[in-house]
């Protein structure tokens, strides 16, 4: 069997696409767990938690930096630092 590069390349993008679009959702649902009268602030500006989900479905500036800190607290979550920060701070 001839090994096809393209082809391969093909199927790791269509995967990267379904691997954001799944990022995209958990990141979603995360948000749409927080009360809505709450708002965040991005940089100098405040966000309710709808405009924050808006932002992360239409990959926005904004939303793409909501969904690295969402990335980032659930790996920093799963690897027992979030834990070890607590346990320094008291």
Known sequence: MKYNVKQKLKINKKRDKNYEKQIRELVVARLSA??????????????????LMENVESQSSVGKQII?????????LASGEINRKFDDKQ
Do not use: H, S
Request: hydrophobic content about 40%.
């Open 34 to 51: 927080i009360p809505r009268n709450l708002q965040m602030a991005v940089g100098a500006k405040q966000y309710t938690i709808e405009e």
């Open 68 to 76: 690295a800190m969402q990335m980032q607290y659930l790996k920093d």
